[in-house]
């Protein structure tokens, strides 16, 4: 759970915000927040965007072909087709997480 100095500290940013007083206080990354940045820093390449990628087209193929034979009404091919390239679109946006490494 967060400290109260920490959430009294965040209304008054989001009061002074508000209150139109210009720019908000610059709050100083954390040594957790560098740490962060710089181990997703080698992550981000498209290398394992394209792994990503590509799992989860797997995985939306299947799952589109699954949920097309439940539904009536739904092909299963043009389900599966239309599920793995949502997932591949989805996922290559996003990037991959970070237990999607081989570190």
């Not at 989001?14 to 720019?23: F, L």
């Not at 290398?47 to 797997?58: D, E, K, N």
């Amino acid at each position: 759970m967060s400290e109260p100095d920490d959430i009294e500290k965040l209304l008054r940013e989001i009061d002074a915000m508000n209150a139109g007083g210009g720019q908000p206080a610059q709050v100083p990354a954390t040594p957790q927040r560098k740490e962060v940045e710089s181990a997703d820093a080698g992550k981000s390449g498209a290398g394992g965007r394209v792994a990503w990628a590509g799992t989860s087209a797997i995985g939306g193929f299947f799952a589109g072909g699954f949920a097309g034979l439940i539904l009536p009404f739904v092909g299963s091919g043009s389900a599966a087709v239309g599920a793995a390239i949502g997932a591949a679109i989805a996922s290559a946006v996003s990037g991959p997480p970070g237990w999607f490494s081989r570190d």
